[in-house]
């Protein structure tokens, strides 16, 4: 089966594309707003080189909501060309951590962090949220591979596209694509409406 993994929910993007047990083309790339043509430079360099995937694999985060969106819109439309069945799997369970079992923690903003706990490639619990003395009791004797200068246990990691593939390839036939990819929310959407829309001044 041919995979194509698209991975853009942190600072470090990825694209891999998996043949067999093979992964012929796996590459790494800053994922920020004065590099964002590189996620497509290297995508056209993907297709260019294999040309249209069996499977796509994208990253659902959490992470960078915009990110997550661009590799969505780039997925979908790649399907659209390719007939691919599309996937989503959460990019934390991507992380090349050397353990079956470990913990990632992220900077939610707002004086919040995420938690969660994969085990074997799988979400074995969250993603939750927490304020910072909640994480510190939570993680304290958890292997954390996620970069936080809080929390001098954690070790700096990202999520891989080329173990996104990998996770994709194992789970294919349990995930359905029937469904639209979204990106993991870790908050309700919260909606403000400006001063000036909120009254009508009628002239007559």
Not at 18 to 38: C, I, M, Q, T, Y
Not at 58 to 73: K, Q
Request: with cysteine; charged share 20%.
């Amino acid at each position: 089966m041919k995979i194509l993994a698209l991975e853009l929910s942190s600072a470090q993007g990825s694209i891999a594309w998996l043949d067999g047990e093979r992964d012929p083309f796996a590459v790494s790339f800053s994922n920020d707003r004065k590099h964002s043509g590189l996620f497509f430079e290297n995508l056209q360099r993907c297709r260019q080189q294999f040309g249209l995937p069996d499977l796509i694999v994208v990253g659902l985060g959490p992470g960078s909501y915009a990110g997550v969106r661009i590799a969505i819109a780039a997925a979908v439309g790649l399907r659209m060309a390719s007939a691919a069945k599309l996937i989503g799997l959460p990019s934390i369970c991507a992380i090349d951590a050397g353990a079956r079992e470990y913990c990632a923690i992220g900077d939610a903003r707002r004086q919040s962090f995420f938690f969660a706990r994969v085990t074997r490639g799988r979400l074995l619990e969250g993603p939750t949220l927490h304020a910072i003395a909640e994480l510190e009791a939570k993680i304290a004797d958890s292997p954390v591979p996620e970069p936080l200068a809080q929390f001098p246990q954690a070790v700096v990691a990202f999520p891989s596209a080329r173990r996104l593939g990998e996770l994709a390839r194992d789970q294919v036939d349990e995930i359905s694509d029937s469904q639209p990819l979204e990106p993991i929310y870790l908050r309700e959407p919260h909606i403000t409406t400006s001063k000036a829309s909120r009254a009508s001044t009628i002239i007559s």
